[in-house]
């Protein structure tokens, strides 16, 4: 069983940066650690590659303890005869990595291309892969490439490679033209086309390359893709001819009227530019940047001192990389590897072993990829939040789901332009405009006559973000719904409530947090929902957090908490752990749970074997029961604080289509997470 994959790019370039991030996904769904290792680095130990890999997939070692050798290292060995010494050297390096991790990716050498040695070079690669145990996949670049002469590269490679002893499991071909054929080979050949978010520069990238000095934008502007560039030196209307979504507008600082052009143009959504470049060292009119200002263009303005064809020239030649710094480059990258790689097919061929322990990444992992298996609408009533749409356009990247946002659409389309973010096919209703509205407020109206509500009152109601989502998701025209950045829990799932109810045979919607700690992930329950449930209710709610544990991959294991462990204490609050435990146990026979317990017989094994030895649950228990609003919701909190966890909720559960709620601290990896776990329990609603 192969524990690491080799990828080695055939000939210069290939954006190995792509195929590394989709290889280390995958393996990272299927083992808790894995590491990164590349044979050769620069001189300064220093590799973007692994830096992305190691930074992204919490590689616990040292960078410096990675790689196998420098290239110069590796160049003075070659030249004096000691080639052998070189690899021997890798190859003890790569073991003492492959000792401490269950999986390895190796990302191959990047020698410059020339006098021979393409073909040195993959021989190279080849044999350290065959070294080190590892199956290999090629990746050739078919950037600038026709389709026949990808075509035959593709071919070329696995047959180069298995004649030098490699075994290949895949072929990639990277930055193809599209539609590309690829040949038919005895393993798996994958096209993925040039995805410019990808390989564009941002403004940020671009400013360091130039030096330039910013004179107007901050952070978010500095994360804008930089697809074109346009020279601004004729008059206005020319210019306006020439603007092109994602161009950096490069013109003299003295040009006043195309400073203020271009950003009237950005503002007016004529274009979405990537920002502009000020040449000449000239500073611009001060009254004309007061009125760029003014506009909110979220544009980043810079000044060098080149002239403009200098400065085309030097920005042309720089190329983006993803990096942990622009995770909107990760995402990009990873959506175009799984959209065009069937990862299933891949992850068999890698066949790695599969950790038996839910790893706070391979959860993360496992998520998005569940979610994309059978891809559901969602529904985002916060249209107009900043986080909501970086996130929607990560979702979106990612195939993760289907989106429709709430909002103006006027409003919205302002504000992406104005984030720099690309919300490609989403869906944008505006509650108060939208031929929807009578038919949700006469379904609404009915569903809460016996309130009193009227025809009327119900056409103010729906109009509500929150109150129009739930409408479509009861109306079958959203799966589920994801609130709360903006609106409290109660204003979040107050309407589902009302509208959508809980499912039959469960008394009680409840909620819980998927808790992320350094080497596993817990279920704590209930957090956000019920102040004191009694005996009857603490059971729903261990019911219904057993099953959600087992719907995302933790095996139950159910820990009915209270400040007594056995038959150790007495009370009124036992008394009802006690009781709900004993429901528990006649309703799910088969489900593991105790009760009462204290917390930490039920986490830590030393402990337990004190209180509860023959305890099954106490000391592995992975779904954690509170007795009440106020212990639970301290305790999510106080370990979320000081033990670091990530805490992923609350999810809710019980109902009979999926809400959830976010906090309104949430960042832009909840959101992410809260919608894909909302979209898998729509997946399984609809089986």
Request: charged share 25%; net charge negative; glycine share 8%.
């Amino acid at each position: 069983m192969a524990r690491s994959v080799y990828l080695t790019s055939v000939g210069s370039g290939g954006g190995k940066s792509t195929l590394a991030l989709g290889l280390a996904e995958l393996l990272s769904r299927q083992v808790g650690r894995i590491a990164a290792f590349r044979p050769l680095v620069a001189g300064d130990g220093s590799d973007p590659i692994l830096a992305l890999l190691t930074e992204r997939y919490r590689v616990e070692l040292p960078v410096d303890e990675l790689h196998g050798a420098t290239y110069a290292e590796a160049t003075e060995l070659v030249a004096n005869g000691r080639r052998e010494e070189l690899i021997s050297r890798i190859v003890a390096r790569y073991r003492e990595v492959e000792r401490r991790c269950p999986a390895v990716v190796v990302v191959g050498s990047d020698f410059a291309d020339g006098d021979g040695a393409g073909p040195r070079e993959l021989a190279f690669n080849a044999r350290l892969a065959t070294e080190f145990g590892s199956v290999v996949v090629p990746v050739v670049d078919g950037f600038g490439q026709s389709p026949e002469a990808v075509a035959a590269a593709v071919r070329g490679a696995y047959h180069d490679l298995a004649d030098l002893g490699a075994t290949v499991v895949a072929v990639v071909a990277n930055r193809v033209p599209e539609p590309t054929a690829l040949p038919e080979l005895p393993v798996p050949a994958y096209a993925i086309p040039e995805v410019p978010t990808v390989s564009a520069p941002t403004v940020a990238e671009v400013a360091a390359a130039l030096g330039a000095t910013r004179l107007a934008g901050d952070r978010a502007a500095l994360d804008r893709d930089v697809l074109d560039y346009v020279v601004g030196a004729a008059h206005v209307p020319t210019l306006l001819d020439h603007l092109t979504d994602g161009a950096l507008v490069i013109t003299p600082g003295d040009r006043a009227d195309l400073l203020v052009a271009a950003g009237a143009a950005h503002v007016a959504g004529q274009v979405s530019l990537a920002g502009l470049v000020l040449t000449l060292g000239e500073q611009p009119d001060p009254r004309a940047m007061r009125l760029v200002e003014r506009m909110n263009t979220g544009l980043a303005v810079l000044s060098v001192t080149s002239d403009s064809y200098d400065t085309v020239e030097a920005s042309s030649r720089i190329e983006g990389r993803p990096s942990t710094a622009n995770p909107r480059k990760v995402e990009a990258a990873l959506g175009a590897f799984e959209r065009c790689v069937d990862t299933d097919d891949l992850a068999r061929r890698l066949r790695v072993t599969r950790s038996a322990r839910v790893t706070p990444l391979m959860f993360e992992n496992d998520l998005i990829d569940r979610a994309r298996a059978r891809r559901r609408r969602l529904v985002l009533p916060e249209g107009g939040e900043e986080r909501i749409l970086r996130a929607a356009e990560v979702l979106l990247r990612r195939g993760v789901a289907d989106l429709t946002l709430l909002g103006r659409p006027d409003e919205v389309a302002r504000r992406t332009r104005e984030l720099g973010v690309d919300l490609g096919d989403a869906q944008v209703v505006d509650p108060a405009t939208s031929e929807w509205r009578d038919e949700f407020a006469e379904a609404y109206a009915k569903l809460r006559a016996h309130r009193g509500v009227t025809p009327e009152l119900a056409y103010d109601v729906v109009a509500q973000p929150n109150y129009f989502g739930t409408m479509m998701v009861q109306a079958g025209r959203a799966d589920g719904m994801v609130s709360g950045a903006t609106h409290t829990t109660a204003a979040t799932i107050r309407p589902a409530f009302e509208i959508i109810r809980t499912v039959p045979g469960v008394s009680v919607a409840s909620s819980v947090f998927f808790m992320l700690l350094a080497d596993r992930v817990l279920v704590y329950g209930d957090c956000a929902v019920n102040p004191d449930p009694d005996a009857a209710q603490l059971a729903d709610i261990a019911i219904s957090s057993a099953d959600t544990a087992a719907r995302f991959g933790i095996e139950p294991r159910v820990a009915m908490l209270s400040y007594s462990t056995g038959s150790s204490g007495a009370g009124a609050d036992v008394e009802k752990v006690a009781a709900a435990t004993k429901l528990v146990r006649e309703r799910r026979p088969e489900l593991l749970v105790e009760g009462p317990i204290q917390y930490d017989a039920a986490i830590d094994p030393q402990v337990a074997a004190t209180k509860l030895p023959d305890s099954p649950v106490a000391g592995r228990a992975t779904v954690f029961i509170f007795p009440d609003l106020n212990t639970g919701n301290n305790t999510y909190k106080a370990v979320q604080r000081s033990a670091g966890a990530v805490a992923v909720g609350p999810v809710m559960q019980g109902l009979r289509r999926p809400v959830n709620d976010l906090s309104r601290g949430a960042t832009v990896p909840d959101i992410v997470n809260t919608v894909a776990i909302t979209a898998i329990q729509a997946a399984a609603e609809a089986s």
